[in-house]
C-alpha cells in the first residue's frame, strides 16, 4: 500500500480531523530538529568553542550569518517545492541534514570546518524546515489557524526551552563533543520517519473538507474501504480565502511592510538570543546557571503563543504586531542593562513572549491575507527578509561587542530598531479581495506526481 493510501484510510477511521494528524507530524521536526540550529541552543556552545580554540565571538557569529544567507538562497525554490509536493519529503531530508552536520560538529576542529557543518545545518533550519512546518498546519486549517500555528510554536518553544538546559549539562558533564553528538543522533532517528508516513499536502488532496465544523463533517461510515474520496460539502462562510498568486501579491502594500517588519523584528530575535548567555556570563553569572536565560526566553513563547493566539481572531493582525514589536524592543533593551538572573529571567521571559507573537503572528498574516493556494511560493520569496534579519543580528552584535567589550550597545540599537518596525507595520492593512478577474483559479488538487 502507497504511504498516500495509508494516509486515506486512516483518515477515515479517524473520529477527528486529519488536520490534526498533520499538526502532530509537523510539530516532530519543530520540537526535534529545529532547535539543534537554533541560536538559543547555539549560545550554549559560544563559549566553551570559542575558549579552546581562541575564535573571536565575531567569527563565531559569522557562522550563523552565512547559514541564513544560504537559507536565503534556497528559500523561493523551497516554497515552490512545498506547495507543489507537500512537506514530508522536504522535513524528513532537512532532518537528515541537520543531524548530520550536528554529528559532524561533535568533530570540528578549525574554523573553517564549523563553518562547513554548521552553515548547511543552519540553512535547513532559516528555510525548508521553517516553511515545509508552517506551511503544512496554514494548509490545513483555515478557521482554527490560530490555534493550531499556536499548538506547533508551543511545542517547539518546549523544544527551545529543553535544549539548551540539557546541552549545558551534557557539556558539563562530557563536554561540547558529546553534546553535539547526541543531538545528530537524536534528530536522525525522529525526524524522518513519521513525515514520509504521515503529511500530506492539503485536505483537498484526500478529498476532505479544509478544517470543517464538527457538525458539518461528513460521515465515513458507508465509504468503501480505502476510497481516498468523500463526499462534498459546501464550505462554511469562515473558511472563504482570497488565494493570491505570488506576482498579485508582489503589488500590494502589506507584503513590503511585512517583509521590511521581518528584517527589522528578527535581527533582535537572532543578535540577542544567541548572545545572551555570553553577555550574563561576562556580567559574573555563573556559566552553569547563565544557560537559563536561553531557557526562559524560548519558554516564554509558550504562554506568548496562547496569549496572541486569543487575540489574533479578534484584535487586527496588524495591531497585534505591532504590540509584540514593542514587547520585543524593551525584551532586548533590557537584556543589555540586566547583570544578574533576578532581572534577566524576568526580561528573557518578555523577550520570549515578543518573539513569539512576531513568529506566530506573521506565520497567520501571510496565510490570512494571501491564501493558501501559493502559500508556500509567497513564503519562499517573503522568508529571505526574516533570514535577512536573522543573518545581520547575530554577527553585527558579535562585532560590537569585540569593539566595545559588553553587550549593551548592539541590543539598544537593536530595541530601536525594532520599535520603528512596530509603528510601520501599522500600515500593512488586509490586501481584500482580489477583482473577479484576477482571483487564482488553480484547483487545490493533488499534483499528478503523486
Known amino acids: 500500500m502507497s504511504f498516500a493510501g495509508l494516509r486515506a484510510r486512516l483518515a477515515q477511521r479517524l473520529p477527528f480531523y486529519y488536520g490534526w494528524v498533520v499538526l502532530a507530524v509537523a510539530s ?75 554529528i559532524g560538529l561533535s568533530m570540528t576542529s578549525p574554523v573553517w570546518s564549523f563553518y562547513a557543518m554548521y552553515v548547511p545545518g543552519r540553512a535547513v533550519f532559516s528555510s525548508p524546515l521553517e516553511l515545509g512546518t508552517s506551511t503544512a498546519v496554514s494548509n490545513w486549517f483555515i ?82 474501504l480505502g476510497a481516498e474520496t468523500v463526499v462534498e460539502v459546501a464550505a462554511p462562510s469562515a473558511n472563504v480565502e482570497h488565494n493570491y498568486t505570488v506576482r498579485q501579491a508582489l503589488h500590494t502594500r502589506a507584503f513590503w511592510i511585512l517583509a521590511l517588519f521581518s528584517v527589522f523584528g528578527f535581527i533582535v530575535q537572532a543578535g540577542v538570543s544567541l548572545h545572551q548567555v555570553p553577555h550574563y556570563i561576562g556580567q559574573g553569572v555563573d556559566i552553569r546557571l547563565a544557560a537559563i536565560t536561553a531557557s ?65 503572528l506573521l506565520r497567520l498574516t501571510w496565510a490570512d491575507y494571501y491564501g493558501r493556494l501559493h502559500l508556500g511560493s509567497i513564503r519562499g520569496l517573503t522568508l529571505p527578509a526574516q533570514i535577512g534579519g536573522q543573518a545581520m543580528g547575530p554577527i553585527v552584535a558579535g562585532f560590537m561587542y569585540d569593539a566595545t567589550g559588553d553587550y549593551r550597545a548592539p541590543f539598544t540599537v537593536f530595541g530601536i530598531i525594532v520599535s520603528i518596525a512596530a509603528v510601520m507595520v501599522l500600515a500593512a492593512k488586509p490586501p481584500g479581495p482580489l477583482p473577479v478577474t484576477s482571483v487564482a483559479t488553480e484547483p487545490l488538487t493533488a499534483p499528478t506526481s503523486s
Not at 319 to 325: N, Q, V
Open 28 to 102: 516532530v521536526p519543530s520540537f526535534g530538529s529545529r532547535p539543534v540550529m537554533a541560536v538559543a541552543t547555539l549560545s550554549v556552545f559560544v563559549v566553551p568553542m570559542t575558549e579552546e580554540f581562541g575564535w573571536s565571538r565575531g567569527q563565531f557569529s559569522g557562522a550563523v550569518s552565512l547559514g541564513a544567507l544560504f537559507g536565503l538562497l534556497v528559500s523561493p525554490y523551497a516554497g515552490r517545492l512545498v506547495d507543489r509536493y507537500g512537506s514530508g519529503i522536504m522535513l524528513a531530508g532537512s532532518a537528515s541534514v541537520v543531524g548530520i552536520c550536528a
Open 143 to 224: 478557521r482554527r489557524r490560530p490555534s493550531a500555528l499556536a499548538y506547533m510554536g508551543i511545542i517547539q518553544s518546549i523544544g527551545l526551552t529543553i535544549f539548551p538546559v540539557v546541552v549545558q549539562v551534557m557539556i558539563n558533564g562530557w563536554g561540547w563533543r558529546t553534546a553535539w553528538l547526541a543531538l545528530g543522533i537524536f534528530t536522525i532517528s525522529t525526524g524522518i520517519i513519521p513525515v514520509l508516513l504521515l503529511m500530506a499536502r492539503r485536505p483537498e488532496d484526500m478529498g476532505l473538507e479544509p478544517d470543517p465544523e464538527k457538525s458539518q463533517q461528513p460521515s465515513r461510515e458507508s465509504a468503501p
Open 296 to 360: 526562559v526566553f524560548a519558554f516564554g513563547q509558550v504562554p506568548g503563543s496562547l496569549f496572541w493566539s486569543f487575540w489574533a481572531r479578534r484584535l487586527p493582525l496588524r495591531a497585534l504586531l505591532a504590540a509584540a514589536g514593542a514587547i520585543t524592543a524593551v525584551g532586548a533593551i533590557g537584556t543589555g542593562y540586566s547583570s544578574s538572573l533576578s532581572v534577566g529571567l524576568p526580561v528573557g521571559l518578555l523577550l520570549g513572549v515578543g518573539v513569539g507573537g512576531m513568529h506566530l
